[in-house]
DNA sequence: GTTGCCATACCGACCGTTTAGTATCGAGTG
DNA sequence: CACTCGATACTAAACGGTCGGTATGGCAAC
């Protein structure tokens, strides 16, 4: 708690404030998040945050931004060197990781949905993270269908957008209930499913899954 | 705006509150709802309300309620003498119907989403209908598995949860960014890619969706 | 008159924001 | 080296407003 070498005082820096900030609001949301919560959590007093943010509304458009570029890096990064089908596979592992992680979750689920008609920036901001993250997924399966990986015939647009809704749908059910729903498989199943319907016509057809007997 | 024949007064009744209760906080959330505004687009005062409601959550929880029992009744409709492959289709309908609707729509994502780790009992509600959603589309698989219409080899919970996850997900996406993102599409290229898989083998095989050349 | 329904007025708590003031540093100056 | 100057990084306190909730009273119907 003394001194981490970027701050002068003890206190968090504008950065720690961002990432104490999208844990608050990933758990109780922005409206169910006080500045004087942000602040007691990062061991400051309410004027240090509008010291370094001049809005609440501010440090919430700086959060969202910091954690969005952190996880589409993270996407990336797991899609590096590896083919369309396996890239497909890992992004849904790290979404998988992401939303176990301790202090990362959440936030992009909870601040989507509740910018809906409240928060028209940070709607644009969310807006603007999942066409990229349909554009990646339609990206990948093109380049499969240009390899001949996968069925040319299929709507990659469409592929896509069904794919996120399966990440972002399972994400929500399991915060839902944690302890009922099975997170990893349900991705599986879908990701499995959706490879087997893309296979070109007269290739091997795999059963459900891997060989788990 | 005169008299509706069934309260004596020019106000609105405990069922209107509700529906104007659940109108607001799916569109501005539980927390970004305050009861002034619910007693406005009601046409009463906040009195009238803690008539009705002993308070706030109270409301909230009545009005979920009530929207949930009638999305659950409108779904059984829809798979009224249905064969299971046709009533998988029809409820991917109903959401998206109920997406689009004016009043209903939102209401469930939002309010899940918002509940999770500020409100237990809407919480426990909404996984309740999860859990029932899931369970009674894990039926209808079964029931196709059990006519030889799908595969039996399949894993019913899993697909279930996978077709669960899809409908959130989309209808998250659509609420999101409703002018570019194509909810019945995504929807329809998913319940095609799983029917496709959960055909049995042997099966004939049909594209991607209808022939819409 | 009693009862159900609702309006009015109000309370205490809390929220986002502002302001005034303070402590601590680095750079510049002699 | 000592010393000033000006940022920077905060604290403490307060302000105006809104919120959920309550107490009270009145009017209409039976």
Redesign the pocket.
Known sequence: MATDGR????????RDLTEIAINCFARHGY?G?????I?REA??????????F????DLLAAAVRDRIGEFETRVQNACRDAAPDESLRRIAEVCAEHARSEDRPRFAIKLMVESIETNAPVLEEMRGMMRRFRAFLRNIVRAGQDSGLLRSDADADAVAAAYTSAVIGAETQFYLDPKRFSLEHTLETFVSQMLDNLRPAGAAQTLQGRSDP
Chains 1, 2 share one sequence.
């Not at 001049?54 to 509304?57: A, D, G, P």
């Open positions: 701050t002068r005082r003890n206190g968090a820096g504008r409206q998040t006080s500045i004087d919560r602040a061991g400051v007093t309410k004027g240090a945050i509008y010291h370094h001049r809005s609440k509304e």
